[in-house]
């Protein structure tokens, strides 16, 4: 990891990258296609597999109805996604496809692989290590003698090279500590990319933890990864979901067979939170002390009662939803925290409000 943060430090065009990651290399890939539409385009079509009878792109499109980029080609139009720091949506893929019809070719660029098959949407998947293979590919067959463009392809291609190897140490292993606030963390904050580094471990735990759930014949329900937790949408549902608050990743366990209420499991940094919230016809505070007086939920297995918290009130609050905590210890596998969460599974799909 050192190695690499030492070339990406050492590049100008990373450096200019942090200030908006996503748009600098969409800009970025526009200006190539756009500046070399032949040779460009030709590399493009033969990276994505794609044969038409002209290679030349025609047009280049930033940001055209929401889209990243758009490549027109003679007879076919190329839609390219383009997720550098953002975990892929499957339901933001999907409705775009929808909106922009089933006549073109659908692209998805990304750094972080995706935990869905986009084949199944009908995308083609594109990593940025194969970006950098068909920008490689473009320098050595170019006929340009601009130096300064072909130099600044090469500083981009070394970078996405070196950005792509950094992600590779990002695994997650079962025998792994959990312990995604530690030394790595901050290495990768003095570089700007530690939310990087979080969406990459936090979209592979949450694979693993549906995985966890789906080995387990105790467990009726398969558990859905989704962008966002709807109620009105996921009722009676499992659902898994990440999101990255203030420089910490959150992972989200949410079930509800029931009107008006949800209870889940939250992975909030280095905190274990168990937590109901009610709306409508129902009170988060009467359902949850209900809950918690019958003993089916806000008990934690792995700590002592006394070490939970809050200390003086029975829940932290946070708008309607209610919660109790417990730290995770940083020394805990993720093969143990694994077995935690499936348990608490368990406890999750059986709950519930009988007032």
């Not at 339901?91 to 995706?114: A, E, F, S, W």
Request: proline share 2%; glycine share 4%.
């Amino acid at each position: 990891m050192k190695n690499i943060i030492d070339n990406l430090n050492q590049s100008p065009l990373f450096n200019l990258s942090l200030s908006s990651k996503e748009l600098f290399h969409s800009n970025f890939i526009a200006w190539v296609a756009d500046t070399y539409k032949e040779e460009f385009g030709k590399a493009f079509l033969e990276g994505i597999n794609l044969t038409l009878e002209n290679a030349t792109i025609q047009k280049v499109y930033r940001e055209q109805k929401n889209l990243d980029l758009t490549f027109e080609y003679q007879g076919q139009t190329v839609i390219i996604e383009n997720k550098v720091k953002s975990v892929p949506n499957k339901d933001q893929l999907i409705k775009y496809r929808n909106k922009n019809g089933t006549n073109k070719t659908y692209i998805l660029l990304t750094l972080i692989t995706p935990t869905f098959n986009p084949k199944s949407i009908d995308w083609q998947l594109l990593t940025y290590k194969d970006l950098y293979s068909i920008l490689t590919k473009f320098v050595a067959n170019t006929k340009s003698n601009n130096q300064y463009h072909l130099s600044m392809i090469k500083d981009y291609t070394t970078f996405i090279d070196n950005l792509w190897l950094l992600t590779k140490t990002f695994a997650v292993e079962k025998s792994d500590p959990y312990d995604y606030l530690g030394k790595e963390y901050h290495t990768l904050k003095e570089i700007r990319l530690h939310d990087l580094y979080t969406k990459h471990k936090y979209n592979r735990l949450a694979k693993l933890i549906q995985e966890s759930i789906a080995n387990d014949t105790d467990i009726p329900l398969e558990a859905t990864i989704v962008p966002k937790y709807d109620h009105s949408k996921y009722k009676g549902q499992l659902t898994i979901s990440t999101n990255f608050v203030r420089g910490k990743g959150v992972i989200n366990i949410d079930y509800s067979n029931e009107k008006d209420v949800t209870y889940g499991i939250m992975l909030d940094g280095n905190k274990y939170d168990l937590y109901t919230v009610a709306w409508g016809s129902k009170d988060s505070k009467t359902v949850a002390n209900y809950l918690k007086d019958t003993k089916q939920w806000f008990t934690f297995d792995f700590i002592k009662e006394e070490d939970s918290y809050p200390k003086k009130n029975d829940f932290n609050k946070f708008n309607k939803l209610l919660y109790r905590c417990a730290k995770i210890k940083n020394t805990t596998t993720i093969e143990e925290l694994l077995k935690i969460i499936t348990k608490d599974v368990k406890r999750l799909i059986t709950l519930k409000f009988e007032h």
